[in-house]
């Protein structure tokens, strides 16, 4: 494989990530020839609050084709629609009160700068739910 055919070192990547709170840790592939965060926030149930981290780099392979399996996340590129939304349920959550001299617009817009095309979206593959058995008599 040429190392050179691909413009970043986590192309196509399978990343571990560990959360610096709870410990959790999580297998993470990286879809695209794109940028990774180095952190991100965990996904833990109940929200434990704190960001996972890219851990044991050095570990990281690079497996182009990979296929997630189910409840797993990986990183694709985002949407400038996804950019917008993501960015309005940040400026829209009360725990982070818009800045004096601010408008909620003018929020959005500037934190939009931060999306460039191509940006990490993570997204999870569904995991099935299960069917309740149907009742019959
Ligand atoms: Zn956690």
Not at 19 to 43: A, L, Q, Y
Not at 75 to 81: I, L, M, P, Q, S
């Amino acid at each position: 494989m040429n190392e050179m055919n691909y413009q970043h070192a986590e192309a196509f990547a399978l990343m571990a990530y560990q959360c610096e709170k709870c410990g959790r840790r999580e297998r993470i592939w990286n879809s695209r020839d794109g940028v990774t965060p180095f952190i991100t926030s965990c996904p833990r149930e109940g929200g434990c609050g704190g960001s996972m981290q890219h851990v044991d780099w050095q570990n990281d392979r690079r497996v182009v084709g990979y296929e997630p399996q189910e409840g797993e996340r990986f990183f694709r590129d985002g949407t400038d629609e996804e950019a917008r939304r993501s960015v309005a349920a940040i400026v829209d959550d009360p725990e982070h009160p818009c800045p004096e001299g601010w408008t909620r617009a003018d929020l959005i817009e500037s934190m939009l700068e931060g999306y460039n095309p191509g940006w990490p979206k993570l997204e999870m593959v569904p995991v099935p739910v299960e069917q309740p058995p149907t009742e019959k008599e």
